[in-house]
């Protein structure tokens, strides 16, 4: 299982746009890969420490924990890392 992710906050435009990318390309990908990713979204707002680490990067994405990105997501680099 891979694991994606989603770092943001409430009323933030490119973590609104980073959502769009990140549905999209999961939707998008092969039924069997597709399955074996679960998408989770956390906020800054909830967590200080996602707060202190993130704030100036959101929208973030991570990877199994590792950074993938961040501010903006290219589908096709997504596309790539959860092919891989």
Do not use: F, N, Y
């Not at 933030?12 to 980073?18: F, G, N, S, T």
């Amino acid at each position: 299982m891979t694991r994606l992710t989603l770092i943001g906050k409430p009323d933030c435009h490119l973590c609104d746009v980073a959502r769009e990318v990140v549905d999209q390309v999961v939707a998008e990908l092969p039924d069997e890969t597709a399955d074996g990713v679960e998408v989770v979204e956390l906020s800054i707002a909830d967590d200080p420490a996602l707060h202190a680490e993130w704030w100036e990067k959101i929208p973030v994405v991570l990877i199994d924990g590792r950074l993938h990105g961040h501010w903006r997501v290219s589908p096709d680099r997504l596309r790539a890392a959860l092919l891989s």
